[in-house]
């Protein structure tokens, strides 16, 4: 689960890592309010979308004056800010984050996320901090610092000596750092979190650490821990199918291709996609129905696939173990009959029950297609979407 900037603030402050002053306004009237409230000029305005890049797109502007406040909220909300994270279609900016100018002598870039191949957490830091990190690992790796943190021991000094040294920082930052990245490191595990991110973190003239932006993301498996979390989730900046899917317990992602796809198991569902896509065709989507799916559940899950506009044929591919064949082909036959299907089906089923539920599917009467193996399900679907 992403939660936007203010957000991410509100949590690094109850953990006592430094942010700019500042407050959320959802007009200019609020605005001005939260300006007057911190006294001092430049004052920045910052869209808040889930997306990074916001300043690029003009989501991020800087104010000299009360009016320049209420001038540049008029026009960030409201505005459809893209971004290289938003796509295209960009994103509509409903609220803005009023912040505390300060006065900065060096970006810098910190992040922490659980690095899979060494079951250690990983610090991730650089002296090239700003909006082109992207471009800084890309073309200049060696600017990369990267820590491992042990999760059994914890953070330890040494940890926080080997980052500072290896971000040239100042003698006199090195302590306050340090404790910073320590808040950090216990924020993310008791929160479960899966990425945070301040870019920039910024050393200002006065030799004070803030954390000048903040990007936060959760486990959502491990959401029940955290109900105070919840409160944080935006439904806007999320995308309707995902949303919809969510409230059934199926892993859904919504993509940009038009062969939709259902399948039991991420492993099976990553395979089905690259199947897809290696037959010349683009997957409409992520659908992961699990092993323990029930009819209900099989039945919502089509019917979010055909909800998509995109999608000009479904491809569904199941091996029964938990979840039997028959049971997937009575919930496929239920929603058939309640949704109105205007695009094929190509089904292939193994395992448990297979003959029973492909009984049931010959004799839905729907317009569906059979097929054996991994190759030629793809070829078909394929062919069937291009036409």
Do not use: W
């Not at 980052?163 to 302590?175: D, E, H, Y």
């Not at 200002?204 to 944080?232: C, I, S």
Request: glycine content about 8%.
């Amino acid at each position: 689960m992403k939660i936007h900037e203010f957000q991410a603030k509100q949590i690094f402050r109850k953990y006592q890592v430094p942010t700019p002053n500042g407050g959320l306004a959802l007009d200019s009237e609020k605005a001005r309010q939260i300006a007057s409230e911190i006294g001092h000029f430049p004052v920045v305005v910052k869209a808040q979308i889930h997306a990074g890049g916001r300043g690029k797109g003009g989501g991020v502007q800087l104010a000299q004056s009360l009016d320049e406040v209420c001038k540049h909220t008029e026009a960030i909300i409201g505005m459809n800010l893209v971004t290289h994270q938003t796509g295209p279609e960009g994103k509509i900016v409903k609220q803005v984050l009023v912040e505390a100018g300060v006065n900065i002598e060096k970006e810098l870039y910190l992040s922490l996320i659980p690095d899979r191949e060494t079951a250690c957490i990983l610090v991730i830091a650089s002296e090239a901090g700003g909006m082109d990190i992207e471009e800084v690992a890309a073309t200049t790796p060696e600017k990369i610092i990267k820590v491992h943190i042990n999760p059994l021991s914890g953070i330890q000094p040494f940890h926080c000596r080997k980052v500072s040294f290896g971000l040239n920082l100042p003698s006199a930052v090195i302590k306050e750092f340090s404790q910073m990245l320590t808040r950090l490191y216990h924020l993310f595990i008791e929160n479960d979190c899966s990425m945070v991110e301040i870019n920039p973190l910024v050393i200002t003239k006065e030799n004070r650490v803030l954390a000048l932006d903040a990007k936060m993301d959760f486990d959502d498996n491990a959401l029940f821990r955290h109900k105070d979390l919840l409160e944080f989730r935006d439904l806007d900046e999320e995308d309707p199918l995902d949303v919809e899917a969510s409230k059934y317990n199926l892993n859904y992602i919504n993509l940009d291709g038009t062969v939709g796809n259902m399948v039991n198991g991420a492993g099976l569902a990553m395979a089905v996609m690259d199947t897809i896509k290696l037959a010349g065709a683009e997957p409409a989507n992520f659908l992961d129905v699990g092993g323990g799916a029930t009819a209900e559940m099989v039945e919502n899950g089509f019917k979010i696939i055909l909800s998509d506009d995109k999608v000009k044929a479904i491809l569904i591919n199941i091996f029964g173990g938990i979840l039997r064949c028959d049971v997937l082909a009575k919930g496929v036959v239920e929603a058939a009959r309640k949704t109105e299907i205007k695009v094929p089906l190509v089904v292939r089923m193994e395992g448990t029950n297979v003959e029973e539920g492909r009984r049931i599917l010959a004799e839905s009467g729907l317009d569906l297609f059979t097929a054996d193996d991994m190759k030629s399900t793809g070829e078909i679907v394929a062919k069937i979407a291009a036409s």
